[in-house]
C-alpha cells in the first residue's frame, strides 16, 4: 500500500491527489486509510518515509559500506540519471512542490541530508585513504554532488531530458575525477 502511495504522489504531487483516487487506485476503504493514517497528510508523510527507506537507505548503506569509498561514489553518480529515470524521485518531487509545510519540509530536508552525510563520509573516507587530493575541499565538493544529483533527479521529469541527463552525469564524474589523486 505504502510503495503504491508513494508512486501515485510521486507522479502526481501532494495537491495532484485527492482522497477518493488515493482510495480507488489503492483499493483501500476510506475509512482504514483515516484510522491508520489519520489523514492525506499522515499518510502522505507515511510514504514519504516509507519511499526514503526503500530507495534511498540501499544507496546509503553502499557508501557506508564501500572498502572503495570513491569508486562507490563514482558508481552511485554514474548510476544516478537510471535511478532518478526508473523512479524518479519523491523527495525532489516534493522538494520542487514546496508548499509551507513545515514537518514535510523537515522530512524532505532530513532525507537529503542523510544523503549529504553519506557522501562527506565516503568523500572523507576516499581522502583519508590516499584516493582524493589532500587538498580537496570536502564540504564543497559534497554540495556541488548533491545539488547536481538532485538537479539529475527533477530533470528527469521533463521532455528530452536524456542529453541534458548524460552531460549532467559526465560533468559530476570530471568534477570528482579532478580531484582523484595521480
Not at 548503506?61 to 561514489?73: C, F, H, I, K, M
Not at 563520509?121 to 589532500?134: P, T
Not at 521533463?158 to 582523484?180: F, M, N, T, V
Request: aromatic letters at 4%; charged letters at 25%; hydrophobic letters at 40%.
Amino acid at each position: 500500500m505504502l510503495d503504491g502511495a508513494a508512486e501515485l504522489f510521486r507522479d502526481r504531487g501532494f495537491a495532484g491527489i485527492r482522497v477518493p483516487e488515493l482510495v480507488e487506485q489503492l483499493g483501500i476503504c476510506r475509512q482504514s486509510l483515516y484510522r491508520l493514517f489519520g489523514d492525506k497528510r499522515g499518510f502522505f508523510l507515511r510514504a514519504l518515509d516509507h519511499y526514503a527507506a526503500a530507495e534511498l537507505d540501499p544507496l546509503l548503506n553502499r557508501l557506508q559500506g564501500s572498502a572503495d569509498p570513491l569508486e562507490t561514489v563514482l558508481e552511485l553518480v554514474r548510476g544516478w540519471p537510471d535511478h532518478a529515470r526508473n523512479g524518479r524521485c519523491l523527495l525532489a518531487r516534493t522538494a520542487m512542490d514546496g508548499g509551507d509545510d513545515p514537518e514535510v519540509q523537515e522530512r524532505i530536508g532530513h532525507h537529503i541530508g542523510r544523503l549529504r552525510d553519506a557522501l562527506r563520509d565516503a568523500l572523507a573516507k576516499a581522502c583519508k585513504l590516499g584516493q582524493l587530493r589532500a587538498d580537496s575541499d570536502i564540504h564543497s565538493l559534497t554540495g556541488a554532488l548533491l545539488a547536481a544529483m538532485q538537479g539529475v533527479s527533477v530533470m528527469c521529469g521533463l521532455p528530452h531530458a536524456e542529453e541534458h541527463l548524460s552531460a549532467a552525469s559526465l560533468g559530476i564524474e570530471l568534477l570528482l575525477q579532478q580531484h582523484r589523486r595521480h
